[in-house]
């Protein structure tokens, strides 16, 4: 999930496209990796160069994109409006983290509240509401303000799934140096208060703050 990438040739991601779209009359295809927005930087071709590509195989193609940073939108948002337009994209699975800046800067994120409230009002030009998240809960760092704003804006976008999960420290990440680490009864309480104002509005949200969640997440946080 770290620098340097290494990409698929395209030629064989178009030949895997063509032979099961043959094979199989199904036109829906999912790109996973673990920087999907990365993809070609180190062949000199990008992200949007790929579905292009893949699209040019049959019209009726559309994509699920799992794991893309809303900064890949944001980089490359001109041409995303386009494909947008064009019906390229059956779900999205965007993982934005937080909707603090406070918190996206500590995390070192290069996008801010503003630049995800872009990306929405995108999705909502074009009635595009198959999406979801995922969120992280009690960065080293992160106050109740900063949880709430998230809240808020989940409650007031509205993804398909919201995924919660407490942050999780070890000596091998640079946040683990961080101040104002969060004691974990925070991090499940607002687990738990996120979960229930999700769920309230009838989202589907899974989180580290269920019955059968505790145990591992709190032998985790020792």
Do not use: W
Not at 105 to 124: C, N, Q, S, W
Not at 155 to 184: E, F, Y
């Amino acid at each position: 999930m770290f620098p340097p990438f290494k990409s698929f040739a395209i030629e064989d991601l178009v030949e895997e496209v063509e032979e099961r779209a043959k094979r199989t009359g199904i036109y829906k295809f999912a790109l996973l990796a673990d920087s999907l927005g990365d993809y070609g930087r180190d062949v000199g071709l990008t992200f949007i160069d790929l579905l292009r590509r893949l699209r040019e195989v049959d019209s009726r193609i559309q994509f699920v994109l799992f794991n893309l940073n809303p900064y890949h939108i944001l980089e490359y948002f001109d041409e995303f409006d386009e494909l947008m337009e064009e019906g390229y994209f059956f779900h999205i699975n965007m993982p934005m983290q937080s909707a603090s800046n406070k918190v996206l800067e500590l995390m070192k994120r290069p996008y801010t509240v503003e630049g995800l409230e872009r990306i929405f009002a995108l999705f909502d030009k074009y009635g595009f509401d198959n999406f979801d998240t995922h969120i992280i809960v009690g960065f080293p760092g992160e106050e109740e303000e900063d949880f709430l704003m998230t809240k808020e804006f989940i409650l007031k976008h509205k993804p398909n799934h919201v995924l919660l999960s407490g942050c999780m420290l070890n000596s091998n990440i640079p946040a683990d140096s961080l101040p104002d680490k969060v004691d974990r009864e925070v991090i499940i309480d607002r687990i738990q208060q996120g979960e229930m104002a999700f769920k309230d509005i009838g989202l589907f949200c899974n989180s580290d703050g269920g019955a059968l969640m505790k145990d591992r997440f709190a032998s985790r946080m020792k």
